[in-house]
């Protein structure tokens, strides 16, 4: 392995990979720097019971125009079609259907008001009117969508990305991860190799890693916000730290469970656990027709359950399902996989936000710098953030920013 590059890229995520992809080809020589054991970041799908399970990305939101919906046609990979169920309660239990429609009207109101009077705060939470039953309900989509309740969302974010989003939801029942690496097999990876600083001093940049300094000409970061806010890797760069730090990562997590005797759930069915905490899981009920419970808890619910192993999890699962099934209904469950992106020490955290008065930091974050330095990751998007397909955006979009610095390759 040579040490020299004309562009390094830090991170293996969506990201990371759709610049490499982009770069493949063009003459450039450059490598993926991967701190991890595995490519994908939070796209990262593994096996149980013989089914692939998602435990980042699943949903190929956009799916009319999401990049990796083409990715997945080149490779012949499957695209179900099925329309998600959220927003249907199976059999309408615990959910009578005059509540369902007296909580989707108060979500309605609460949404005009973000979009026709938006608090001048920024702060999604000071939209919601105090008198409603239905807050709860709210900050738990909240959590769901968006990774954080109410109180810590940018307004003018949060619409940015409705704006852009053409709610068309396909899935991969091979997984999203899957997909995502199978895309990177071909590129030049290094695994295991943290990047630690990226100095600019030199008219090469010098990348530092525990392996050793590799020279390059230009490097992409790919890297998840809270790494950046945190100055693991050392760069000088006290705005891009700022700005990080205004994109932090909320929570969500899931938890797979495999259902004895199946045949008695519909197939893509959906439950809320219950409208009336924020806290309350949601529930998909055999994902393409498996015999598998999807659970999934954001915001502060995924912040409260998150252990080592997904015990509070199927715990917590086990209360909330055996209150819309009856109390034998948990005999039937058995936990196959669960996710912990909080406490994941690459990513600490799911998808990124920004604070209230700080969705401008998107732009900051992924401004070039000296033109040799260029920024992706899903938190780079304006519109597409906190999804593997804005992530393949900014991947893209850096490579393109390199490839047109750097010039062709007899240029160097
Ligand atoms: C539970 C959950 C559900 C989700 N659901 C969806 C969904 O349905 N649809 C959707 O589109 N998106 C979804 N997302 C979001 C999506 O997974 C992410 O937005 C996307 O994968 C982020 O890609 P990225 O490349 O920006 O970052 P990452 O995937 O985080 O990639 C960054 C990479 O950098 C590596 N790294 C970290 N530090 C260093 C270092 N110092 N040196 C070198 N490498 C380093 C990490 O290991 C990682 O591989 C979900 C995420 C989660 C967690």
């Excluded at 169920?85 to 009207?105: C, E, H, N, S, V």
């Excluded at 071909?186 to 990348?207: K, M, S």
């Excluded at 992530?391 to 920013?401: D, F, K, P, S």
Aim: with cysteine; charged share 20%.
């Amino acid at each position: 392995m040579t040490d020299e590059y004309d562009v390094v890229i830090a991170g293996a995520g969506a990201a990371g990979i759709a610049a490499g992809l982009r770069l493949a080809g063009s003459g450039l020589s450059f490598l993926i720097v991967e701190a991890a054991a595995r490519v994908g970041g939070r796209a990262w799908t593994v096996k149980r019971d013989g089914m692939p399970l998602d435990l980042g990305c699943g949903w190929l939101h956009s799916g009319d125009r999401n990049p990796w919906t083409r990715v997945a046609g080149r490779i012949g990979a499957a695209i179900d079609r099925t329309p998600p169920a959220w927003g249907r309660q199976y059999r309408d239990l615990g959910f009578p259907p005059d509540a369902q429609r007296a909580a989707g009207a108060a979500y309605e109101a609460f949404h005009s008001r973000l979009r026709d009077d938006p608090p001048a705060s920024d702060r999604a939470a000071d939209a919601l009117d105090p008198a409603s039953p239905w807050n709860p309900y709210i900050d738990a989509l909240s959590g769901y969508m968006n990774g954080v309740g109410l109180a810590h969302l940018s307004v003018a974010d949060f619409l940015a990305y409705e704006r852009a989003d053409t709610n068309v939801n396909w899935r991969l029942p091979g997984g999203y991860g899957a997909l995502i690496a199978r895309a990177a097999r071909e590129l030049p990876i290094l695994l295991d190799t943290c990047v630690t600083g990226i100095d600019r001093q030199a008219a090469r940049l010098r990348v530092s890693t525990p392996r050793g300094v590799l020279s390059t000409r230009a490097v992409i970061v790919a890297l998840p916000t809270p790494i950046l806010a945190r100055g693991d890797v050392a760069l000088a760069l006290d705005d891009k730290l700022h700005a990080a730090s205004c994109l932090p990562l909320g929570l969500a997590n899931k938890l797979f469970l495999a259902v004895d005797e199946a045949g008695d759930l519909p197939a893509d069915g959906h439950l809320l656990g219950t409208p009336h905490r924020a806290e309350t899981g949601s529930y998909y009920l055999r994902p393409f027709g498996r015999p598998v419970i999807e659970a999934f808890y954001g915001g502060s619910g995924a912040a409260a359950l998150e252990d080592d192993g997904g015990r509070a999890m199927t715990a917590f699962a086990a209360e909330e399902l055996s209150a819309l099934f009856g109390s034998d209904f948990p005999k039937r469950l058995r936990p196959l996989a669960a996710s912990g992106w909080g406490s994941a020490p690459l990513s600490c955290g799911s998808y990124s936000h920004a604070l209230p008065g700080h969705a401008d930091a998107r732009r900051a974050l992924a401004a070039p710098v000296e033109d040799r330095l260029f920024f992706a990751g899903e938190a780079c998007s304006r519109d597409d953030f906190s999804t593997a397909h804005g992530a393949h955006a900014t991947g893209t979009r850096a490579a393109e920013q390199a490839l047109a610095a750097l010039g062709s390759p007899a240029a160097a």
